[in-house]
C-alpha cells in the first residue's frame, strides 16, 4: 500500500528555561540558523495577515498567543529552522535515507520545552521491482514508513551521517539542538531524560488511496510489526480486550475519510480524500501544536510531582510554583470550533491528564494541609514555651513567699529548700505534663516498671 503524502516529526523533551541562561541559549539558537518566529502586531505580509485573522477567528486568546502568534515579551517562544540534513539508517539489511526538513524549538520559560524534527523518507529507498518507475520516485510503502518510524523515535538506533555513525539522539543534540544534551552521562544530570525515557513521541499523517481497516491504525500507532494486530507475520498479538479498550478510548473519529489514534507514544493518523493536500497546514501545524501543547502540560506534571517528592524541604516552593503553571497552562477548551476541541479533549484523554491532574491536585491538598498543621504545630509549641517561661516566672514571687513564710515560723534552711525544690519540680512536671502528656505517661510507666 502505498502513500500518496505524509507528514512525520518526531518529538522530543529539552531542559527547564530558566531566567538565568535563556537569553544565552537564545543567542545559540540563532547563531545555529534558527529564527524566532513572531508575528508582528503591525506591518505585517499578506500571508501574516491571513495567519493572524484565522487563527484569532479559531482559537481563544490564551492558547492562540502561546502557539501560534508569537508576542515578542511572551514566556513562551518558537524558534525553526529550514535545513536539510540527509541521514541512512538500517531496517534489519534494508537501508533507508533520511530527510531531516524542518527543526522547531519550543521555550515554555521556566518550564520543561520540547522540539521537534520533520523528517522524509526519500522515496528512492523504497524500490519494488515490480513497480514501475515513476512510481519509484514519487511514493513510499506504508511498510517503509512503519519500518522507519520505529527506528527513528528510539534513542539509540544508529545512523550514518556523513560516513560517520552516530547515535541517532546524540546526532540530534549536536546537529539539531545545538549541543543541548539529552541523556545523563558523565555523572551530569539532564532533567528531561529523568521523564522522556528512551524513545523519542511520534507524531504522523498518512494519507493514502483508501482507509483501510483499524488493524493498520492499531499497528502504526503501536510500531508494531504491520499485521501484528491481525496476528499475522507477529507471535506478540494483543489481546481482544486491550485491542477493543485502546480503540474506543483512543480513537479520534469525526469524519468519514479519516481516523487518529492517540497514544502515551504517538499521535497516528491515516485518511484518504487528499486531506493533506487540501488541509496540509491543519495536521502540520494547527492540529500538530495542540498535541505538542498536551505533551507539554503532560511532562510538566511529571516534573511537579517529581520535585515534591524528591525534595520535601522545598515543597511549600514547588507548591507555589505548581499553581502558577496551573493558572497559566490549564485550559479547558482552546477553541471556537468544534474540531480543535475534540481533538485537544481526545489527546487529553489519551494522556489521562485529567485523571493524574486530579490526583496531583489532591496531592498538593494533602501537602498544604501538612504545611498549615506544621505551622499550627510550630505555633503551639511557641506557646507553651511561653507558658513555661510565664511558669518560670511564677516560682520567684513562691519563693519570696516561703521565705518570708520561713522567717514567721522558723524553718531551717535545709527544710526550705527541700520544700523549694519539691516546688519547682512539680510545677516543671506540670508543664510538661501539659506540653507532651503522652510522653510523661510512658516515662512514668517505665519508671513503675522498674520498681516492680
Do not use: C, H, M
Given at each position: 500500500m502505498k502513500i500518496n503524502n505524509s507528514i512525520i516529526k518526531i518529538v522530543g523533551l529539552l531542559g527547564d528555561f530558566n531566567?538565568?541562561?535563556?537569553?544565552q541559549q537564545y543567542q545559540e539558537f540563532i547563531n545555529s540558523g534558527y529564527s524566532r518566529e513572531v508575528i508582528p502586531s503591525k506591518d505585517l505580509t499578506e500571508k501574516q495577515e491571513a495567519s493572524?485573522?484565522?487563527?484569532k477567528n479559531t482559537?481563544?486568546?490564551?492558547?492562540r498567543d502561546m502557539m501560534y502568534l508569537g508576542q515578542a515579551d511572551s514566556q513562551e517562544k518558537r524558534f525553526s529552522k529550514v535545513q536539510t540534513f540527509n541521514v541512512q539508517l538500517y531496517y534489519g539489511?534494508?537501508?533507508?535515507?533520511?530527510?531531516i526538513i524542518k527543526s522547531e524549538i519550543y521555550v515554555f520559560e521556566g518550564q520543561i520545552g520540547l522540539f521537534s524534527v520533520s523528517i522524509e523518507i526519500?522515496?528512492?529507498?523504497?524500490?519494488?521491482?515490480s513497480e514501475q518507475l515513476e512510481d519509484k520516485a514519487t511514493k513510499i510503502s506504508i511498510e517503509d514508513a512503519s519500518n522507519v518510524t520505529s527506528k527513528l523515535r528510539l534513542f539509540n538506533t544508529e545512523i550514518n551521517y556523513e560516513g560517520k555513525v552516530y547515535v541517532w539522539s546524540q546526532w540530534i543534540s549536536k546537529y539539531i539542538l545545538c549541543g543541548t544534551e539529552l541523556e545523563s552521562k558523565d555523572g551530569k544530570i539532564v532533567k528531561a531524560d529523568e521523564f522522556s525515557g528512551s524513545k523519542?513521541?511520534?507524531?504522523?499523517?498518512?494519507?493514502?488511496?483508501?482507509?483501510?481497516?483499524?488493524?493498520?491504525?492499531?499497528d502504526l500507532g503501536t510500531c508494531s510489526k504491520l499485521g501484528s494486530s491481525k496476528g499475522i507475520n507477529s507471535t506478540a498479538v494483543p489481546h481482544e480486550s486491550y485491542y477493543n479498550r485502546i480503540m474506543k478510548k483512543n480513537k479520534i473519529s469525526v469524519f468519514q475519510n479519516w481516523e487518529a489514534l492517540c497514544l502515551f507514544d504517538s499521535f497516528t493518523c491515516i485518511g484518504n480524500g487528499k486531506i493533506l493536500e487540501n488541509a496540509y497546514s491543519s495536521w502540520d501545524e494547527t492540529y500538530f501544536k495542540i498535541y505538542l501543547y498536551r505533551l507539554f502540560f503532560k511532562y510538566n506534571l511529571y516534573k511537579y510531582n517529581s520535585e515534591i517528592f524528591e525534595d520535601k524541604h522545598s515543597a511549600t516552593k514547588v507548591r507555589d510554583q505548581f499553581v502558577d503553571f496551573l493558572n497559566r497552562y490549564e485550559i479547558s477548551h482552546i477553541s471556537f470550533n468544534f474540531l480543535p476541541n475534540e481533538i485537544y479533549a481526545k489527546i487529553g484523554k489519551a494522556l489521562e491528564l485529567d485523571v493524574e491532574l486530579e490526583k496531583f491536585k489532591t496531592r498538593i491538598n494533602n501537602l498544604s494541609n501538612k504545611i498549615q498543621e506544621d505551622r499550627e504545630s510550630k505555633t503551639n509549641i511557641l506557646l507553651q514555651i511561653v507558658t513555661v517561661l510565664g511558669g518560670i516566672s511564677s516560682v520567684g514571687p513562691i519563693l519570696a513567699g516561703l521565705e518570708h513564710f520561713k522567717?514567721?515560723?522558723?524553718?531551717?534552711?535545709?527544710?526550705?529548700?527541700?520544700?523549694?525544690?519539691?516546688?519547682?519540680?512539680?510545677v516543671g512536671i506540670g508543664v510538661l505534663y501539659f506540653i507532651v502528656p503522652h510522653e510523661l505517661?510512658?516515662?512514668?510507666?517505665k519508671i513503675k516498671s522498674i520498681f516492680r
Open positions: 531566567k538565568k541562561n535563556t537569553q493572524k485573522r484565522f487563527f482559537f481563544y486568546p490564551e492558547f539489511p534494508k537501508p533507508y535515507v533520511i530527510n526519500d522515496p528512492s529507498t523504497s524500490i519494488d521491482s523519542f513521541k511520534l507524531y504522523t499523517v498518512y494519507e493514502l488511496d483508501d482507509l483501510p481497516d483499524n488493524y493498520l491504525l492499531f522567717q514567721q515560723i522558723g524553718f531551717s534552711s535545709l527544710v526550705f529548700y527541700a520544700i523549694a525544690t519539691l516546688l519547682v519540680l512539680l505517661k510512658k516515662i512514668w510507666k
